[in-house]
């Protein structure tokens, strides 16, 4: 063979495979087959206590209604598989997973609009939760099923020892920040401890999320919701400014942050509280068990978020049932969307020690003290309830936590930064992210 | 450079078993690669061509691509942050390549030879290379305790330096990501190192020897030389491999604090695999393709040059 022949064929496979990496598709109507079982996927540790807490819930479905459900979990890269799933137009019929991922599962067209009239009980949803289910377009794109807040955890012995009260606002918490991180309340005689565990890691936006707590209690936002729907960027607002001041200076001025945050995404976050480096946390209600077991329940308390310049508002998060789109049983997939939300699906989802995936109940009817017997349960539900904010539903709400994590980690990681001229170029990159999305204010 | 062609030898009364052998059955080398290119066909070659198709297009897994043209391409090549990635992969290609490849050498001259002692060293100085790179971030996370209690501030503590903070602040993150690539890195340099040095003629040694020459004096001009190909072959891995530097980044900083140590391979994750836009992540992913052949290429025609 010669060089040209052997070009043009290398040319050849070339296009050709060119051609195979381009699809094209669309969403299509799939005929229905009211026998078909349910393939779900759940964004939990493959044989971890989440997939225990899904397959009980299935299970109980199934004996309720006679259908078939294949719970598969998975955690590692779930988005990117869901995507290859997409691909192949084989979507599962059922996803379970973060509240925050409505946008961008609208945005690819992969789950289909929810008709809240074929789900029953629908109407026992509690308001927060249902809203953070529609995008902005104002249609319902996904079912609650479980909700969560976020609370202040206290090393109780420590506070006790350096004599101080429970921090209602963020004049308080400083100063017991302080006073974990100078007066040794471990007694070690050394001066590692430190008086609030930060997770200021940009790894998945974790630095924002974080501070979402602090930003929105200070009256700050990362992005401002306009009378016709469209976006603008809010971080260097005088509101958003202080709170990020505040939070800035526990690290740089105060020092009650523990060292290494910058680089720390959650676990490494949960051991310092753990191991008592760290006297405080702001966290969801899915660490007590872990705590309970590492600590003893009887060494840290939960009390609600301190109250910043505007009030108490913590971050709300929760998972919904999403139905995706091409399923060939659209009439299980509203059925088991119903029961998740009933009564006996939030009983089932909330009971067991560890193996639970309703953090606290959607359903209005459900009170959570009737099964967790724990008073430490109702400030969750109580701060969920009075005082917690979901992540606006925009389509791509991703690149806003991270490029605002980015900032944030920077601003804790690099004390001469200057923390007016480093917000108004997040707005500006803000600003750019939503033009991007199609949402930006003119 | 210059082509020489060169006439084919005149047939010889070889007998026709030979000639077949020569010429004939030329699928048998193929069959023998066969089970490799398959695999490298399947996982490598058709997504390398996808990520081309993909990043001309807006990619929507379910909806259907929709064709962008270079739009992916003027908006990653416009951004400050690919900019900003990009300066940050040279450097530590730069700096890993440099430094692993001085640090594998001098480990090289000092383990070469044969006896049993000898080989245990150089398998336990191995180590670094064997273990995963998750592990390697996760131990080196730990040394970088940003506080006089963590192992490298005592270490430097020693000579009166620091408390530094190492992967947490940007001034020093990306040279702390770099000490530790190279801490991985220059074992397997020392080996390649090795292996060439195990090719280099002892008669020049005892020649220069002979000569009146220093150890210095032969390591200046019987070692290095013998070393060129292998330099050459090393420059190219290590310069590959600081290119597509990931995993200890991602693990140890995330592209934090500030930015100071993002690089292309975590850039490109954070568009494509974190925030979904997939079309931009791979036009990332072909610039950085396209910038690592001409690397090679260039390190290549150099040799040619240098050999012709």
Redesign the interface.
């Known amino acids: 063979m010669s060089r040209s022949p052997k070009l043009i064929a290398a040319i050849a496979g070339m296009t050709a495979l060119l051609v195979a990496g381009c699809s094209t598709g669309g969403a299509e109507k799939v005929a229905q087959d009211p026998n078909a079982p349910l393939e779900l996927w759940a964004r939990t540790t493959p044989g971890g206590d989440g997939e225990k807490g899904m397959k009980k819930l299935a299970a109980a479905f199934e004996q309720a209604t006679g259908q078939k459900v294949e719970v598969t979990a998975i955690f590692d890269d779930f988005e990117t598989k869901l995507s290859q799933r997409a691909a192949q137009k084989d979507l599962p019929d059922i996803v379970m997973n973060d509240s925050s991922q409505l946008g961008t599962m609208v945005t690819q067209g992969i789950v289909r609009e929810v008709n809240l009239a074929a789900i029953k009980g629908s109407d026992q949803l509690l308001q927060p939760a249902l809203d953070a289910a529609k995008s902005g377009d104002g249609k319902t794109y996904g079912v609650p099923y479980s909700a969560q807040a976020a609370a202040l955890l206290i090393r109780k012995d420590w506070r006790q020892k350096v004599g101080q009260p429970v921090p209602t606002n963020w004049d308080q918490l400083a100063t017991l920040a302080k006073a974990f991180t100078t007066e040794d309340p471990d007694g070690n005689g050394k001066p590692d401890t430190y008086g609030l565990a930060v997770p200021g890691s940009t790894k998945r936006g974790y630095a924002s999320w974080y501070f979402s707590n602090f930003l929105w209690a200070g009256g700050g936002d990362f992005i401002a919701k306009q009378a016709d729907g469209s976006y603008k960027p809010a971080m260097s607002t005088p509101e958003s400014v202080a709170a990020t001041k505040w939070f800035r200076d526990l690290a740089c001025t105060s020092k009650v942050v523990q060292p290494g945050a910058a680089t720390m995404d959650t676990p490494p976050t949960n051991e310092t509280f753990e191991a008592g480096r760290t006297g405080m946390y702001v966290v969801g209600p899915y660490l007590l068990a872990r705590f309970d077991k590492a600590l003893g329940k009887d060494k840290y308390e939960v009390v609600p978020a301190p109250k910043g310049p505007k009030d108490a508002t913590v971050l709300a998060e929760g998972g919904s049932v999403y139905l995706m789109a091409g399923s060939a049983n659209e009439a299980a997939q509203d059925k088991f969307a119903s029961f998740a939300i009933s009564p006996e699906g939030q009983k089932i989802g909330m009971e067991g020690e560890k193996a639970f995936i309703v953090q606290l109940p959607v359903n209005k009817t459900v009170d959570i003290a009737t099964v967790r017997n724990d008073p430490r349960w109702k400030v969750y539900a109580d701060a969920y309830r009075d005082g917690s904010r979901y992540a606006p539903s925009i389509p791509n709400w991703t690149p806003v936590r991270q490029t605002t994590a980015d900032t944030i980690n920077a601003l804790i990681a690099d004390c001469g930064l200057d923390l007016n001229a480093e917000l108004t170029k997040l707005d500006q990159k803000l600003g750019e992210t939503l033009s991007q999305q199609g949402i930006g204010a003119s | 450079m210059t082509a020489s062609v060169k006439t084919p030898p005149p047939p010889t009364a070889s007998t026709g078993w030979t000639r077949r052998r020569r010429i004939g059955q030329w699928w048998v080398p193929w069959l023998f690669l066969a089970p490799a290119l398959i695999l490298f066909l399947y996982f490598k070659?058709?997504p390398m061509?996808?990520?081309?198709?993909?990043s001309v297009?807006e990619v929507?897994?379910?909806?259907?691509?929709t064709w962008v043209g270079a739009a992916n391409y003027a908006e990653i090549l416009t951004s400050e942050s690919f900019r900003s990635a990009t300066w940050n992969t040279i450097l530590l290609a730069i700096g890993q390549t440099g430094g692993s490849m001085a640090l594998g050498f001098g480990l090289a001259l000092l383990v070469e030879g044969q006896t049993r002692k000898l080989s245990f060293i150089r398998s336990a100085a191995f180590l670094p290379v064997v273990v995963p790179m998750a592990v390697v971030a996760e131990l080196w996370?730990i040394m970088?305790?940003?506080?006089s209690?963590g192992l490298m501030n005592q270490v430097i503590g020693l000579i009166g330096l620091g408390p530094s903070?190492f992967?947490?602040?940007?001034d020093t993150s990306l040279g702390s990501i770099m000490l530790t690539g190279i801490w991985r890195g220059a074992p397997y340099d020392m080996m390649i190192f090795l292996a060439g040095l195990a090719g280099i003629d002892r008669g020049l040694y005892e020649a220069a020897t002979v000569d009146g020459a220093s150890t210095k004096q032969r390591i200046l001009h019987v070692t290095l030389p013998g070393l060129r190909p292998v330099f050459a072959i090393l420059f190219v891995l290590a310069a590959v491999r600081g290119f597509r530097s990931f995993t200890e980044v991602?693990l140890?900083?995330?592209?934090?604090?500030?930015?100071s140590t993002e690089v292309v391979m975590t850039l490109i994750y954070?568009l494509g695999?974190?925030?979904?836009r997939?079309g931009v992540g791979s036009a990332g992913a072909v610039l950085l393709f396209v910038a690592t052949l001409v690397l090679t290429i260039c390190v290549q025609l150099l040799r040619r040059r240098r050999s012709a």
């Open positions: 070659f058709i061509a996808q990520a081309v198709s993909m297009q929507r897994p379910y909806l259907g691509n996370r970088y305790h940003p506080t209690e903070g992967i947490n602040h940007p991602f140890l900083t995330n592209g934090g604090p500030n930015g954070k695999l974190e925030q979904n997939l």
